[in-house]
């Protein structure tokens, strides 16, 4: 299916991601966009128009939302402004394969190609881009970016909040800690520690920042594995 559940819904953020999105909410009546630089875009973006900042979510009460921002901290960032009883949708291109049918958390973008296969786990406003494999066992938690092509091997553990680059791959049982990045085509071969910059072939730390999400352990993906 093209999208997850129907009814009236809001895109927050006029981005790129925005525009991957539209072409499969055929599910759902999107009723426009949601920016805090409102006043500085085109009235339409993709056919739909552009409505106000995000706090006039609040006046669309009835409506679902879509965290359609890229970078995981600011996404969590603008999660944490929204009244507590929004609720949200979740959108699946219908090229995603998850036969074994593991669990996707409410929020949550698949783009095209992504492949889920067995005893995986994907929290809540998780974002996967085009041609991200997820294998066996995995957890990737709450928050986290995933970016065209990145690529876990079976057991990883993705922190809260963290982004993995374009064609990032990750060896099996490897950790990458709350709000790490790791950088485009990195090949990550041990743990990331929390709110750490990896990058290269193997990865190697290249920076450190203060965490931009809680610890894994305080922040875990919505559910338990299986």
């Known amino acids: 299916?093209?999208?997850?559940?129907?009814?009236?819904?809001?895109?927050?953020?006029?981005?790129?991601?925005?525009?991957?999105?539209?072409?499969?909410?055929?599910?759902?009546?999107?009723?426009?966009?949601?920016?805090?630089?409102?006043?500085?875009?085109?009235?339409?973006?993709?056919?739909?128009?552009?409505?106000?900042?995000?706090?006039?979510?609040?006046?669309?009460?009835?409506?679902?939302?879509?965290?359609?921002?890229?970078?995981?901290?600011?996404?969590?960032?603008?999660?944490?402004?929204?009244?507590?009883?929004?609720?949200?949708?979740?959108?699946?291109?219908?090229?995603?394969?998850?036969?074994?049918?593991?669990?996707?958390?409410?929020?949550?973008?698949?783009?095209?190609?992504?492949?889920?296969?067995?005893?995986?786990?994907?929290?809540?406003?998780?974002v996967a881009m085009p041609g991200v494999t997820v294998t066996h066992d995995c957890v990737v938690a709450d928050f986290a970016t995933l970016a065209a092509g990145v690529s876990l091997g079976g057991g990883v553990r993705v922190g809260r909040a963290a982004y993995l680059g374009m064609n990032a791959a990750v060896h099996p049982g490897v950790r990458i800690g709350a709000g790490a990045t790791v950088g485009m085509g990195a090949v990550v071969l041990t743990d990331v520690p929390d709110g750490e910059t990896w990058a290269g072939v193997p990865a190697r730390r290249i920076a450190s920042k203060p965490a931009a999400a809680e610890p894994e352990a305080r922040k875990p993906a919505t559910r338990s594995p299986r």
């Open 1 to 126: 299916m093209a999208a997850t559940g129907g009814g009236s819904l809001l895109l927050v953020g006029a981005s790129g991601l925005a525009r991957e999105v539209l072409p499969i909410t055929a599910g759902y009546d999107v009723r426009g966009i949601l920016d805090d630089r409102h006043a500085d875009l085109a009235p339409v973006i993709g056919g739909v128009p552009v409505l106000g900042p995000v706090a006039s979510a609040a006046a669309h009460s009835r409506a679902l939302l879509l965290l359609c921002i890229g970078p995981s901290g600011a996404r969590a960032a603008v999660h944490e402004r929204l009244d507590p009883g929004t609720r949200f949708a979740t959108v699946v291109d219908p090229s995603v394969r998850n036969p074994a049918g593991c669990p996707v958390g409410v929020g949550s973008i698949l783009l095209a190609g992504v492949t889920i296969t067995a005893d995986a786990l994907l929290g809540a406003h998780v």
